[in-house]
């Protein structure tokens, strides 16, 4: 079925410890977009992608890197993982033209103590 | 600065009452609006859109939203709520980017349903 994979689902971290988070889509959709959600807050974006090999940054980009491997993968890496970062993130891609809303990925729960 | 506002943080109705979650957003242009709904643990599912054209939108489950230029709001309505309609509701606005539609979400509307 078509749609967005993200993997893990969930994942617990260390303080300082680094991990990446992988999202693919197999929609061959140009754009990826990378979320996160914290309760109360809503979702709110840390990395684009408009195509393979762009990315550019969202409205809370610190403390992330991205890298848009292909087409197809869009992955998100916490170098040094800090509470503050404890959250579900969501990666999606956008439909055709502007009309179609996102698809989303299940989402990581990532929890770090 | 585009934005979006879920004036309700917290919404309770009784199971065949109706509903309306409301959502007021700030957009210089013509705004792509949308509706999504979230289950406990789930990803987000898209409700319905609003991209041009009429103003009153239909969606899945139900639920029609319309949208109203001159109150720059854009809510969500069910005339008979079920039980399984208990979840957080996010309306979020489109802003135009290089990437295409950038979505920029509200803080959300968590809905529970009585008996």
């Known amino acids: 079925n078509a749609g967005v994979t993200q993997t893990p689902k969930f994942q617990v971290l260390k303080t300082g410890q680094s991990m990446t988070l992988q999202c693919a889509q197999d929609?061959?959709?140009?754009?990826m977009y990378w979320y996160r959600q914290d309760p109360g807050m809503g979702l709110r974006l840390i990395y684009y992608?408009?195509?393979?090999?762009?990315?550019d940054k969202g409205e809370v980009p610190n403390g992330y890197n991205v890298s848009r491997l292909n087409k197809r993968e869009f992955s998100l890496r916490l170098e040094s993982a800090a509470p503050s970062q404890t959250s579900v993130y969501f990666c999606?891609?956008?439909?055709?033209?502007?009309?179609?809303?996102?698809?989303f990925g299940s989402g990581t729960r990532l929890t770090v103590v | 600065a585009q934005s979006v506002t879920q004036p309700d943080i917290h919404i309770t109705v009784s199971e065949g009452a109706s509903l309306e979650l409301r959502c007021n957003y700030s957009y210089g242009a013509t705004p792509y609006l949308f509706w999504y709904v979230q289950s406990p643990g789930q990803g987000l599912q898209l409700l319905l859109k609003y991209f041009s054209g009429d103003t009153l939108v239909q969606g899945i489950k139900g639920f029609e939203a319309e949208f109203k230029r001159s109150q720059s709001s854009f809510n969500l309505r069910k005339p008979s709520v079920h039980w399984s309609d208990a979840a957080e509701y996010f309306c979020?606005?489109?802003?135009?980017?290089?990437?295409?539609?950038?979505?920029?979400f509200g803080k959300g509307t968590t809905l529970s349903v009585s008996s």
């Open positions: 979020a606005v489109g802003a135009l980017n290089q990437a295409g539609t950038a979505l920029i």
């Open positions: 929609m061959n959709h140009n754009s």
């Open positions: 999606a891609t956008p439909g055709l033209g502007t009309g179609y809303g996102y698809t």
């Open positions: 992608s408009a195509s393979e090999g762009t990315t």
